[in-house]
């Protein structure tokens, strides 16, 4: 799968004439709100069958119902729906559940907890925010597989989304900064994956015990992922697997035996104290319901945390799944899932796309096998990919650009950079020529920094200039350095941020 380096670039229309001349392939197009009222039929129906991916900006409900009326009658499965209506968005999923919904929110002082929970209450995979705002909360969010997109007319935040990592950029028709956007991909610019520890720093310390939890976030892991199995009298474990075997030797399963048994073989930790453990802290904590049995229990002690917004549930159970979110709409819901017949785990086809419209991600092994996921990235479902078990691997599907990356080699993270920060500025002497430092500071997920060597580019409106000596300059610009980082093989760059001189 090619890595995407850079958001998708949306073309956002505001007048008819700009539909009459529109050329190229733009990535996708944005009707907004005012545009859309205006649209005679025969015109919206000629969008609808172009080859464009467009996203539709609905706020009424007389123009969802003239919408509707259309996708019914054209059944094209390029369309986005976007509004700053929940309630119209909850109509949308009614009538179309396997389009893509967007919820737009001009609120620049969100609550990441709040609207975390928020999202998942109305199965809203996808959110438009400010600039400011999209890039802050960018990797919080997709923490929880939720896709963030944003919108500007200014080159200077430009900036500060691409290297964010957010989804998509709405551009304005008549700025659509083509030249600056593919100077951007020439950089091939890294994103910070979502480190997930595949129970704890699995390779290092026992799995699913604390010290493996504790060492995982030490080095900087975003996600503790674990499993929850239920004991013979009652108690709710991490544990993976259904029998002892495999870590004690004894043969015994997990659901035959006492809590205090299994503590005279191993140091189990019972999910309460998991959820105290990491309560007050950011990291997002990824929960395997491996019994339906279990799932009640497992709610009411989130519940009792109240940690809807820091845990996300997944399951091979769709069972399962329908339960929480029946139990707890703000409950976070992700499908683990094999379209291999001789698996285990083996889900069939129209089980798989029924549960996955109601979900936020799919996690699935091996996920470049499966071209039909592949046919669902315009609905917006994002996926991990599991389990990475090597610093080789790593590499690998970090440069592809995978979204998140569940690792038992969690400890490799500390061997790569996750942030470029200017700790020396460049400097202007008497006569306006500037010098630009020839190291800056690099950030690693453990917090750890260490100096590396830059480059440094000057960005205009509407391209990237790179900096290769000293150079003259009467009036003030824009500066970032990078950092050039390579994995899997191939060149790929850290940013700075943007910097006013």
Wanted: hydrophobic share 40%; aromatic share 8%.
């Amino acid at each position: 799968m090619p890595r995407q380096h850079i958001p998708t670039r949306l073309v956002t229309l505001t007048q008819i004439h700009h539909i009459h001349t529109l050329q190229g392939n733009p990535p996708g197009v944005l009707i907004t709100a005012n545009l859309l009222k205006q649209l005679s039929s025969p015109l919206l129906k000629r969008l609808l069958s172009s080859s464009y991916t467009i996203v539709l900006q609905v706020e009424t409900e007389e123009v969802w119902d003239n919408v509707r009326q259309h996708l019914k009658r054209n059944k094209s499965r390029n369309v986005i729906l976007l509004s700053t209506q929940l309630r119209l968005l909850e109509r949308m999923e009614r009538t179309f559940p396997a389009y893509r919904r967007v919820y737009k929110s001009t609120n620049l002082n969100w609550n990441i907890n709040d609207l975390i929970v928020h999202l998942n209450k109305y199965r809203i995979r996808t959110i438009m925010l400010p600039p400011t705002t999209a890039s802050f909360l960018c990797h919080s969010l997709r923490k929880h597989a939720l896709s963030v997109w944003s919108f500007t007319q200014d080159h200077r935040e430009l900036h500060e989304l691409i290297i964010s990592g957010v989804q998509s950029v709405s551009v304005p028709f008549d700025k659509q900064v083509k030249s600056l956007w593919n100077d951007y991909n020439q950089l091939r610019i890294l994103h910070r994956p979502v480190y997930v520890a595949h129970r704890g720093a699995s390779q290092l310390k026992l799995e699913n015990t604390l010290p493996a939890f504790n060492l995982a976030s030490r080095f900087g892991a975003d996600v503790l992922e674990t499993d929850v199995r239920r004991t013979k009298d009652g108690h709710l474990v991490l544990f993976h697997d259904r029998t002892l075997k495999r870590l004690t030797g004894d043969k015994r399963k997990v659901a035959d035996v006492t809590l205090d048994q299994m503590k005279l073989l191993i140091p189990v930790v019972e999910l309460e104290t998991f959820l105290a453990t990491y309560q007050h802290t950011s990291i997002t904590l990824l929960i395997e319901l491996k019994e339906e049995q279990v799932v009640h229990k497992v709610v009411d002690l989130i519940q009792k945390f109240d940690l809807w917004h820091q845990v996300h549930i997944q399951s091979f159970l769709p069972q399962a799944l329908k339960e929480v979110q029946a139990m707890q709409p703000r409950a976070g819901i992700s499908l683990l899932y094999s379209h291999n017949k001789g698996s285990r785990v083996y889900l069939p086809k129209a089980t798989v796309q029924k549960t996955l419209l109601k979900t936020q991600a799919s996690l699935n092994p091996k996920i470049h096998r499966l071209k039909r996921f592949e046919k669902r990235r315009s609905d917006g479902l994002q996926s991990f990919y599991w389990t990475i078990r090597t610093k080789q691997e790593l590499e690998k599907q970090w440069s592809l650009g995978k979204l998140g990356l569940i690792m038992n080699c969690i400890h490799h993270i500390q061997w790569y950079p996750v942030q470029l920060k200017v700790a020396t500025l460049p400097s202007r002497n008497g006569l306006g020529t500037l010098s630009f430092p020839a190291q800056e500071q690099a950030i690693f997920s453990d917090g750890s920094r260490e100096w590396v060597p830059v480059e440094w580019y000057i960005q205009t409106e509407t391209e990237l200039r790179r900096v290769t000596e000293d150079i003259k300059a009467d009036t003030a610009i824009y500066v970032f350095c990078v950092y050039q980082l390579c994995l899997d093989g191939i060149s790929h760059s850290i940013c700075s941020t943007l910097i006013h001189i």
